[in-house]
């Protein structure tokens, strides 16, 4: 069982694995200040990777009880939270429920929400590193490594049929997990059904080195396993090459990042493009941070994020706010 204390100043949570470990501990005292949010404070509970049922709902009961718990940000643990407490959410937002997940927390006029802003946090994250209409003006493929939630909100932005004809050539994605990969089948036919997608069960990193060895050039390759921050490795070999002039992003921004430093040694032989966790880290916080205390979207995007992710690379002692890099 957890120990939770009332919280006695404004409270937003961190539900993860290592939440000790992460920038944000530094950052968001700073970021409290900047966006004037009088005494709020930030804490982690952390959870082994498929904790019980009854440890998720002890901490949203408490959230939803508690009166200075605002709400919380979850990361990890986005599918299996949503699954064992949805009974404990007075309000879902759509997209949550459509995706069968969510990253974030928040009460509204003593009520408690949950929403899915990592779509969102995605969206804006391609936004700002793919070229403009990316996938119209090359025929790209995608290979989403990894089924979980980052999965699913990736994919979700990318197949929006609003996109018109800015949408990939094909999906593939692999994951260890038979039953994710159904999942995912059963979502993509929601999303849209037209666009060709490609499932793969793999047990061993060659699987997947083989899955990069059929991608078109200019193709977008992403770590969704989260294998380089919350386990060990990398979800492709050393032998692995990726395809010329690929766009390559590494989800995780902290951890022993192997597969960004794949990427890295590869880059200028292939003409590799590559991103690592840092932009989505701050999309992701900041998004999560507007919903909880209410804050309009221009407080966090625009002028707002790039001076939100200077502050936060002055904080966690990085010189160019890391991403790219």
């Known amino acids: 069982m957890l120990t939770l204390t009332p919280a006695r100043q404004p409270t937003l949570y961190f539900i993860g694995v290592t939440t000790g470990s992460s920038s944000i501990m530094k950052v968001f005292p700073a970021w409290a200040d900047f966006l004037r949010l009088e005494n709020a404070v930030i ?23 508690d009166p200075l718990s605002l709400g919380a940000l979850v990361t990890t643990h986005k599918i299996d939270l949503f699954t064992h407490c949805r009974d404990l959410f007075d309000g879902i937002d759509p997209l949550a429920a459509l995706l069968g997940e969510t990253s974030c927390l928040a009460k509204h006029h003593g009520k408690l929400h949950c929403y899915a802003k990592d779509p969102l946090s995605s969206g804006l994250t391609l936004e700002a590193f793919l070229p403009p209409q990316a996938f119209t003006d090359q025929w790209r493929d995608v290979l989403i490594l990894g089924a979980g939630g980052a999965c699913i909100a990736i994919s979700w932005y990318l197949m929006q049929r609003d996109r018109g004809r800015d949408l990939p050539a094909r999906i ?28 793969h069960q793999v047990t061993a990193a060659e699987q997947n080195d083989a899955l990069l060895a059929t991608l078109r050039p200019g193709s977008l390759v992403i770590n969704a396993t989260g294998m380089g921050k919350d386990l060990p490795g990398s979800p492709i070999g050393d032998a ?74 002055h904080a966690s002692g990085l010189t160019s706010g890391g991403h790219g890099k």
């Open 240 to 313: 692995a090459r990726f395809p010329p002039q690929a766009w390559v992003w590494e989800l995780n921004y902290r951890g022993d990042l192997l597969f960004l430093q794949q990427a890295h040694a590869q880059q200028a032989a292939q003409q590799l493009h590559i991103e690592d966790g840092w932009r989505y880290f701050i999309h992701g916080w900041t998004q999560v941070i507007a919903e909880v205390f209410e804050l309009p979207d221009e407080a966090v995007q625009g002028e707002a994020f790039s001076a939100l992710s200077a502050q936060a690379a």
């Open 172 to 199: 593939i994605v692999s994951d260890r997990s038979a039953a994710r990969l159904e999942e995912l089948a059963r979502l993509h036919q929601a999303f849209n059904p037209d666009i060709a997608v490609e499932y």
């Open 43 to 65: 804490k982690g509970i952390d959870f082994p990777p498929g904790a019980p049922a009854a440890d998720y709902r002890q901490a949203v009961e408490f959230i939803k009880q």
